[in-house]
């Protein structure tokens, strides 16, 4: 399977800035500093499990 | 007056304290803050403190001092930030991190204080600032906890010890303070600007950390290879000759156009033990460096040109200040701010977003 991990990605940067684009950039950042390199995913990606794990973690600290 | 920032040379605690305050006298200042050479014995902070009597006093031990229009040693630097500037101030401590980190506390108490959640402030009115133990290996917990609680812009340092690598501190509230943070939440009147300036070329010689291990900031393999073999092939060197190219070439995480740079410290065998921490799976761009006194001038020119500047201050990495002491624009580049009312301090490491080397990372109030 493919194109989970870009979807999380999506789905993160889209709830923890809110609908405010000027917040977008600032929370792929935090998420690079994280250790996931958001540009590297594409809807083609495989679904790493590792990273999959990784972002649902992420995604808990920032909720 | 909005702020004023002023330094003193004078030798003795006693004498500084009484130097800055005779500088200060007639000003009405909100919060001050101070950056002092490590020379100083720790109980400078309660001597500031005593003699600011009502106003919120903070800082931290250095590695060197900016003030406007140069570069100092074994000086102390102060700014006073007047109620045009700064509508209130909130200051937390954070003790021993070496222990762990648990950020929550600090953000408690600025929701007590402003009496909203942190999430919902109005992230172009608060503005954070972070001071950390620069010995405690702990910028990255912190930055990364503050990251999640909040979307308001925390930036600042990691004070310094004068190059002895002994003993840090940060100072609150007549207190000195090691193995601790100090987190400040300003509530700003009239806006404020960040400033994030590196001078380095980003090369199209990149890296992928293989194999690393966070706690202690080493990159154990790049690209499936030994750090130091990779790194040295990437630049174009021997291993042995590695070293000699770390400070001309870091290398940087690539966020948007901008590295965060990460400076590597030394090798440990053939691994490199850097001076902040590269998650594994990251793709790091190597970078050769430019000119700082340019590269500021153009960094503080188009903050210029977006509005009328009140103060800086400057959080300005150790490395920067080394590099500029060789190349003998220490001078040039204290002179940048000539006219601007500027306090700095050369850091254990920068703090924005997260935590990044060879960098200056400026708070410019409006």
């Known amino acids: 399977m493919t194109g989970k991990i870009k979807k999380m990605i ?30 590297k995913y594409t809807m083609t990606s495989e679904d790493d499990p590792v990273v999959i794990k990784k972002l649902e973690e992420i995604a808990k600290e920032l909720s | 007056m909005k702020l004023k920032s002023v330094y003193s040379t004078k030798s003795s605690a006693d004498e500084v304290v009484s130097d800055i305050s005779s500088q200060l006298k007639g000003f009405t200042a909100k919060v001050l ?8 014995e720790s109980s400078i902070g309660k001597k500031m403190q005593d003699e600011f009597r009502g106003v919120t006093v903070f800082g931290c031990t250095t590695a060197g001092e900016i003030s406007s229009g140069r570069m100092i040693k074994n000086s102390v630097v ?17 003790e021993n991190i070496k222990g762990g980190v648990n950020a929550k506390s600090a953000f408690k108490s600025f929701e007590n204080h402003f009496k909203i959640p942190v999430r919902q402030m109005d992230i172009s009115n608060y503005i954070g600032m972070v001071l950390i133990d620069g010995l405690s290996g702990k910028e990255e917990d912190i930055m990364n906890q503050i990251g999640n609680l909040t979307d308001i812009t925390f930036i600042g340092g990691s004070a310094g010890d004068d190059l002895k ?4 501190r940060v100072y609150y509230g007549g207190k000195s303070y090691t193995n601790a943070a100090l987190l400040a939440l300003f509530q700003v009147k009239n806006g404020f600007d960040i400033i994030k300036t590196q001078s380095f070329k980003v090369l199209d010689k990149k890296l992928v950390v293989t194999k690393a291990d966070e706690a202690t900031r080493q990159v154990i393999e790049f690209d499936g290879k030994p750090a130091a073999q990779a790194y040295a092939a990437a630049v ?34 053939r691994r490199i033990a850097f001076y902040c921490h590269i998650p594994e799976d990251m793709e790091v761009s190597l970078l050769e460096s430019t000119n700082i006194v340019d590269d500021t001038k153009e960094a503080l020119a188009k903050a210029e040109s977006i509005g009328p500047i009140a103060g800086i201050i400057n959080f300005h990495c150790i490395l920067r200040t ?10 040039a580049y204290g002179n940048l701010f000539t006219g601007i009312p500027t306090i700095g301090f050369s850091t254990y490491g920068e703090e924005y977003i997260g935590h990044i080397n060879q960098t200056s990372t400026m708070l410019v109030f409006r």
Do not use: W
């Open chain 2, 33 to 40: 803050i101070f950056f002092a050479s490590s020379k100083f």
């Open chain 2, 165 to 168: 690598f002994k003993e840090t």
């Open chain 2, 78 to 94: 102060a700014m006073a930030l007047g109620p045009e500037i700064v509508s209130d101030v909130q200051v937390s401590i954070l």
């Open chain 1, 10 to 39: 999506d789905e993160i940067v889209e709830k923890r800035s809110k609908g405010n684009a000027a917040l977008v950039p600032f929370v792929r950042a935090k998420l690079i500093m994280k250790g996931i390199n958001c540009d």
């Open chain 2, 322 to 331: 080394l590099e500029l002491e060789q190349k003998m624009q220490t001078e």
């Open chain 2, 236 to 269: 174009g060197t021997t291993v042995a000759e590695a070293p000699n190219h770390f400070m001309h070439n870091p290398v940087g995480l690539i966020i948007g156009d901008e590295p965060y740079v990460r400076s590597p410290q030394r090798l440990d065998d």
